[in-house]
């Protein structure tokens, strides 16, 4: 009996059936043919730079005359201009499906009243099943939603010779904080750097920038932000380091983090519910208790597999969201973290989700394009003033899945429902 895992030796028989050991080997190797001319970043787009790029494309294989039809038909080029000023390169867009679900009752500190929530998807089944939760949520009586925090990091680091060094360095953004703060806001109209924590790794100090950014998501704003806050500390510091970085990869940026599940990055959500015992089994289809066990059941995976936070896809309904209303999709990787919570409560199931990473903006980034904005206005949260209430719907459409798929599960119906309305691809 082979002590090497089943797995490795599956792949092993597969490879060798593929390719031998001395085809492997050429085929790896760096190939000696000269390199094609690349393509230079196009910053400002027009309809002619469209068309060249598609030349390209076309005269090299690459794709066709309905590829470009499909791509960069004649609507989409009449906005190139438009276009141009979220990316390099333009050719075209995507058309991905947009479904939509409520009316969504939600009871928010920000956000209150009935709304509707559009979700770009591929993925069907993805919109029945958040519809379904908006509608027992709504005969509930609505979420309580409520944004707890704000606070967008940026974490640029410093190297400096010994740890005596970073030391002195630390006290002196102590001592000159005032100024930073000042460097770092003159760069804005909407930013706040409302913290300023320095970490210190024996010869390396991690300055943790903490900015409010308005109704923006506000990436770029904090990035160029604490960009002047390092060129002030170069230029007046008399403890030079040896090299710095704009971000030292502690802040979480697009991606799962601890410092992110405790302390938050951008917006921290919480919506709840209590849903009544007669609800769930005439909605659901389902009881209470069937729900609580497959809870606890999927709370303890969620354990035993070392997740960040506990909860079922939020990332299906963040992505789908993100995508209708011109968020940065990327930021789904740290906005999916969080908790759900189900438990049982005088004649239901309270049902809660937490979710300290929610980035988005209501103004800014994506949302002025013209199918984002659209998405935007049918939340009815487009423009200043609005994003605190879109987070907490954020927040409230997360909620709807979590009780959908834990009430599918639990009730045996989720591959059903798939099969059905996915049609078995």
């Given at each position: 009996?082979?002590?090497?895992?089943?797995?490795?030796?599956?792949?092993l028989?597969?490879?060798?059936?593929?390719?031998?050991?001395?085809?492997?080997r050429?085929?790896?190797?760096?190939s000696?043919?000269?390199?094609a001319a690349?393509?230079?970043?196009?910053?400002?787009?027009?309809?002619?730079?469209?068309?060249?790029?598609?030349?390209?494309l076309k005269?090299?294989g690459?794709?066709?005359d309905?590829d470009?039809?499909?791509?960069?038909?004649?609507?989409?080029?009449?906005?190139?201009?438009?276009?141009?000023?979220?990316?390099?390169?333009?050719?075209g867009t995507?058309?991905?499906p947009?479904?939509?679900?409520?009316?969504l009752r939600?009871n928010?500190?920000?956000?209150?009243?009935?709304?509707?929530?559009p979700?770009a998807?591929?993925e069907a089944?993805?919109i029945?099943?958040?519809?379904?939760?908006?509608?027992?949520?709504?005969?509930a009586?609505?979420?309580?939603?409520?944004?707890?925090?704000?606070?967008?990091?940026?974490?640029?680091?410093?190297v400096?010779?010994?740890?005596?060094?970073?030391g002195?360095?630390?006290?002196w953004?102590?001592?000159?904080?005032?100024?930073?703060?000042?460097?770092a806001?003159?760069?804005?109209?909407?930013?706040?750097?409302?913290?300023?924590?320095?970490?210190?790794?024996?010869?390396?100090?991690f300055?943790?920038?903490?900015?409010?950014?308005?109704?923006?998501?506000?990436?770029n704003?904090?990035?160029?932000?604490?960009e002047?806050?390092?060129r002030?500390?170069?230029?007046?510091?008399?403890?030079?380091?040896?090299?710095?970085?704009?971000?030292?990869?502690?802040?979480?940026?697009?991606?799962?983090?601890?410092?992110?599940?405790?302390?938050?990055?951008?917006?921290?959500?919480?919506?709840?519910?209590?849903?009544?015992?007669v609800l769930?089994?005439k909605?659901?289809?389902?009881?209470?208790?069937?729900?609580?066990?497959?809870?606890?059941?999927?709370?303890l995976?969620?354990?035993?597999?070392?997740?960040?936070?506990?909860?079922?896809?939020y990332?299906?309904?963040?992505?789908?969201?993100?995508?209708?209303?011109?968020?940065?999709?990327a930021?789904?990787?740290?906005?999916?973290?969080?908790?759900?919570?189900?438990?049982?409560?005088?004649?239901g199931?309270f049902?809660?989700?937490?979710?300290?990473?929610?980035?988005v903006?209501?103004?800014?980034?994506?949302?002025?394009?013209?199918?984002?904005?659209?998405?935007?206005?049918?939340?009815?949260?487009?423009?200043?003033?609005?994003?605190?209430?879109?987070?907490?719907?954020?927040?409230?459409?997360?909620l709807?899945?979590?009780?959908?798929?834990?009430?599918?599960?639990?009730?045996?119906?989720?591959?059903?429902?798939?099969?059905k309305?996915?049609?078995?691809?």
């Amino acid at each position: 009996m082979s002590i090497i895992p089943s797995n490795i030796l599956l792949r092993l028989e597969r490879l060798r059936r593929m390719v031998t050991f001395d085809e492997a080997r050429a085929r790896l190797q760096p190939s000696a043919a000269p390199a094609a001319a690349p393509l230079r970043p196009v910053r400002r787009a027009t309809p002619a730079s469209v068309s060249a790029l598609w030349s390209r494309l076309k005269g090299e294989g690459r794709a066709g005359d309905q590829d470009e039809r499909q791509i960069a038909d004649s609507e989409t080029v009449g906005l190139t201009e438009v276009y141009s000023r979220n990316i390099e390169n333009f050719i075209g867009t995507v058309k991905v499906p947009v479904g939509v679900i409520g009316p969504l009752r939600i009871n928010g500190l920000h956000a209150s009243g009935d709304f509707f929530a559009p979700l770009a998807t591929t993925e069907a089944a993805l919109i029945a099943s958040f519809a379904r939760g908006a509608d027992i949520i709504s005969r509930a009586g609505g979420a309580s939603v409520a944004m707890l925090s704000e606070g967008l990091l940026r974490t640029p680091g410093f190297v400096f010779a010994s740890m005596v060094e970073a030391g002195a360095f630390v006290d002196w953004v102590a001592h000159n904080a005032a100024a930073l703060k000042s460097a770092a806001e003159a760069t804005t109209r909407y930013g706040r750097l409302v913290s300023l924590e320095p970490i210190i790794d024996t010869d390396t100090v991690f300055l943790l920038c903490r900015y409010t950014t308005g109704d923006a998501s506000g990436q770029n704003m904090v990035t160029i932000a604490t960009e002047a806050l390092c060129r002030h500390i170069e230029a007046h510091t008399p403890i030079a380091p040896k090299r710095w970085y704009i971000e030292a990869n502690f802040s979480g940026d697009k991606k799962g983090s601890y410092l992110g599940l405790l302390t938050g990055r951008g917006r921290k959500v919480s919506a709840s519910v209590l849903l009544p015992d007669v609800l769930i089994e005439k909605y659901l289809h389902t009881t209470a208790e069937a729900m609580l066990d497959y809870g606890r059941l999927a709370n303890l995976g969620a354990l035993l597999s070392g997740q960040f936070g506990a909860q079922a896809h939020y990332a299906n309904g963040l992505a789908a969201f993100y995508i209708a209303t011109g968020q940065d999709a990327a930021c789904v990787s740290e906005s999916s973290v969080g908790f759900t919570r189900m438990e049982r409560r005088e004649g239901g199931v309270f049902a809660s989700v937490t979710l300290p990473n929610v980035l988005v903006g209501s103004v800014g980034g994506g949302t002025g394009l013209p199918s984002q904005a659209a998405g935007l206005n049918i939340t009815g949260l487009r423009g200043e003033g609005k994003a605190a209430a879109l987070a907490e719907l954020v927040g409230a459409v997360c909620l709807c899945g979590e009780i959908s798929i834990v009430a599918a599960i639990a009730a045996g119906q989720f591959t059903r429902a798939h099969h059905k309305l996915a049609r078995g691809r």
